[in-house]
Nanobody, 119 residues
């Protein structure tokens, strides 16, 4: 079983910064994709950013200039540095990991961490 534990959410003023962290434990293949998604009230969950075990990153268009995703393969951790935060960034942020064993896809989610951007 795989567990993802997020930390770092909270309340921040517009223009401020937050850093989210996620630690993965359990039976995870070394070749995997870790990432962050978010869900605002009344909206669908959406991609924020993902990063492969080789370091390749993908960002949502409206976040790539403000957010930076990184990972430490030796610790199975992924982080999201969020700068220039806006009220519309308010959401629950979820850590995610995906990997394949043969042809079977395994996907796991963290419990989510609340980010609130408000003055």
């Amino acid at each position: 079983q795989v567990q993802l534990v997020e930390s770092g959410g909270g309340l921040v003023q517009p223009g401020g910064s937050l850093r989210l962290s996620c630690a993965a434990s359990g039976s995870i293949r070394s070749t995997n994709v870790m990432g962050w998604y978010r869900q605002a009230p009344g909206k669908q969950r959406e991609l924020v950013a993902i990063i492969g075990s080789g370091g390749t990153t993908t960002y949502a268009d409206d976040m790539k200039d403000r957010f930076t995703i990184s990972r430490d393969n030796s610790k199975n951790t992924v982080a999201l540095q969020m700068n220039s935060l806006k009220p519309e960034d308010t959401a629950v942020y979820y850590c995610n990991v995906v990997f394949f064993i043969l042809a079977t896809k395994y996907e796991y989610w963290g419990q989510g961490t609340q980010v609130t951007v408000s003055s």
